[in-house]
């Protein structure tokens, strides 16, 4: 349901776009995520259908969540990245039904940052 693009590789100091489609359900919650080898899954930003935002500490400053509700899309606009950012970033969307929470993943985007 959640279709991600946008990664690629970057030297340090630049900058990327990165969209996730979605398609199906309206999604309450949307968000990205990282995931570097060896590691967990750790939240980047995340925005609800209403704008609001989180981020973590490392996004913060940096990184830019938006969405589409209309599209059932959200992005995130990466600036002065860090080689410490390479990682396989993730999509996520948020469905809730019948009072319980359901997460999608899209398929993750490799994100490169070269010093």
């Known amino acids: 349901q959640l279709q991600a693009s946008g990664g690629g590789s970057v030297q340090a100091g630049g900058s990327l776009r990165l969209s996730c489609a979605g398609s199906g359900s309206a999604f309450s919650t949307m968000g990205w995520y990282r995931q570097v080898p060896g590691k967990g899954r750790e939240l980047v930003a995340t925005?609800?259908?209403?704008?609001?935002?989180n981020y973590a500490d490392s996004a913060e400053g940096r990184f830019t969540i938006s969405r589409d509700n209309a599209k059932n899309a959200v992005y995130l606009q990466m600036t002065n990245l860090k080689p410490e950012d390479t990682a396989v970033y993730y999509c996520?969307?948020?469905?809730?039904?019948?009072?319980?929470?359901?997460?999608?993943w899209g398929q993750g985007t490799q994100v490169t940052v070269s010093s």
């Open positions: 925005i609800t259908s209403a704008g609001s935002t």
């Open positions: 996520n969307g948020r469905v809730l039904r019948d009072l319980s929470e359901y997460d999608y």
